[in-house]
């Protein structure tokens, strides 16, 4: 796309004019941040107040960043009045082993249940909001499926898709995929078997540490960041008997890394002729996924979509 130079002047001018308003208030990143649960992500990837990982549960909010909050009037955009407070939010469902969060059970506002819904293993419907809740008929709620039984082999999983790699698991190098980061780049979400697909709202291509480094011996070239892009969990039997996670992008060559529910970890470059990259595990075991978006060359912030087939 072609830009005139009388349209770079004008946004020059409206970016200068907002760099001078906001200086004040970005003079440091707040840490705590003072505006946490306001319905807009401080941190850095958003209005940039407060510090990395300080409003962890706006800035992992899909629908966050829309400039309603505390955050927003008292930062960049101030105009001289005083900063609304930030809404209060509750759940009477906290603390029941269930998120009752939108990216879970969907019962509560963001925020409200942020210790359930920060526990890998919530979501599994045994907690009262799952009773109260999208499930209750007047009947008991539906028991979780068990976990399933070993499959010949070990039990461990096996990715179908052609240029699959697998690998036991990650080097020591700082800056490698870690699994055990509870906050990711852009979420979670929990899937019953039989929903068929689902789309992650909002998720970028790559990162500045490259692979090479963590998975020695493999081959494995891309770039990723550290913390997971995104975490899936998924509960049931697949009514296919498998799952399958596309990432796709107009703008980059990407790479899929993702650790399975087994621990074990599995790649993939180009798939089906494209850029673009898939994995497909059959057999398909419960449990969490956590999936790093990368690029096969070192860049950062790719538009890009990820998809979860059944």
């Known amino acids: ?97 269930d998120c009752d969060e939108p990216n879970g059970l969907n019962l509560c506002p963001w925020g409200s249940d942020a210790n359930d819904c920060s526990n890998p293993n919530s979501n599994y419907g045994g907690g009262a909001g799952f009773f109260a809740g999208i499930y209750a008929n007047g009947t008991p709620a539906p028991a979780p499926a068990p976990t399933p039984a070993p499959q010949p082999g070990g039990g461990t999983m096996t990715a179908i898709s052609q240029g699959a790699f697998v690998h036991g698991g990650g080097g020591g190098y700082s800056g490698c995929p870690n699994y055990a980061i509870a906050n990711t780049a852009f979420g979670q979400h929990t899937m019953f078997a039989g929903q068929g697909s689902y789309r992650v709202p909002r998720i970028t291509a790559g990162g500045r540490f490259p692979l090479t480094n963590c998975f020695p011996g493999t081959g494995w070239r891309g770039f990723t960041i550290t913390r997971p892009d995104f975490r899936f969990f998924y509960q049931g039997n697949s009514p296919t008997g498998r799952l399958t996670f596309q990432l796709t992008s107009n703008a980059v060559d990407t790479v899929l890394l993702i650790n399975t529910p087994d621990g074990q970890w599995f790649f993939n470059d180009d798939s089906n002729g494209t850029f673009n990259s898939t994995l497909t595990f059959s057999p398909v075991l419960q449990g969490q996924y956590d999936i790093w978006a990368g690029a096969y060359n070192n860049s950062s912030n790719n538009p890009a979509d990820l998809w979860v087939y059944e």
């Open 1 to 97: 796309m072609r830009i005139g130079l009388a349209s770079i002047a004008i946004f020059a001018s409206v970016f200068s004019v907002g760099a001078v308003a906001g200086s004040s208030a970005q003079a440091q990143l707040y840490s705590p941040c003072p505006y946490t649960n306001d319905g807009d992500c401080d941190e850095p990837n958003g209005l940039n107040l407060c510090a990395w990982g300080t409003d962890a549960n706006d800035c992992s909010n899909p629908n966050s960043n829309y400039a309603g909050g505390a955050g927003f009037a008292a930062g960049i955009y101030a105009n001289q009045q005083p900063a609304p407070a930030p809404a209060p939010v509750s759940c009477p469902y906290t603390n029941d082993g």
